[in-house]
């Protein structure tokens, strides 16, 4: 493409340069001078007028290995839940009367009470039935406050979130049942049962299958 150059040329960093010791062509990056009579006799490499020349493209060079790309994280939902404030409240002082939380294993002074005060579980998929053999009493001489369940509710075992509540007003004769709904990524969780005589109850946790 260039011929040898006698007189003073400027080649653009865009052109070609033939180099006559080994017939090739090759692309120069910077502007280049040539100077001479038959032949090249001195050469000036001075900055292209783009500052400072680009950076070259790791990826680019022979042999490199291309970037892996960051892999995905992967894993359940965490729980779509909120405190409630009004249920965590009236939770934390029912499961402060008596000697505190119940169990059937921690019956304390309520030996024998926890065939009808811990709740009966159903869980189907999302869905969880509460029940209890417990009945629901008129008051008497010997209860002049009556005997019933007050509340059923359910705590994400991940959280410590109360996420389902009901509180009862049941007549003599009526049973305590309940039915709630998993939220999106609760996976475990306990379920509480209130008596108005004999304090909190709660299973153990419940794992969704």
């Known amino acids: 493409m260039l011929h040898l150059l006698r007189n003073t040329a400027v080649l ?33 490499v001075v900055p292209a007028c783009g500052g400072t020349p680009l950076a070259k493209d790791p990826s680019a060079e022979p042999g490199a290995q291309p970037t892996a790309a ?13 405190a409630n404030a009004a ?28 065939g009808a005060h811990v709740p009966k579980v159903t869980l189907q998929g999302d869905k969880v039935a509460l029940g209890t053999t417990h009945p629901t009493e008129a008051p008497s001489e010997k209860k002049p406050n009556g005997h019933f369940i ?32 998993l939220p999106p990524g609760v996976t475990a969780f306990t379920a509480y049962q209130v008596c108005n005589l004999h304090w909190t109850w709660a299973t153990q946790p419940q794992t969704k299958a």
């Open 87 to 114: 249920w965590e409240s009236e939770a934390k002082s029912l499961e402060g009367m008596g000697q505190g939380l119940y169990t059937a294993r921690e019956t304390k002074d309520q030996p024998g009470k926890e």
């Open 12 to 44: 653009d960093a865009d052109m070609f340069f033939a180099n006559p010791q080994n017939h090739s062509v090759e692309l120069l990056p910077r502007r280049v001078f040539f100077h001479g009579l038959g032949a090249v006799g001195a050469l000036f």
């Open 150 to 181: 007050t509340h059923h509710y359910l705590r994400d075992v991940a959280s410590g979130l109360v996420f389902a509540w009901r509180t009862f007003d049941l007549k003599p004769g009526e049973t305590a049942a309940s039915e709630f709904s």
């Open 70 to 82: 960051a892999p995905e994280t992967s894993g359940a939902p965490a729980p779509s839940i909120t």
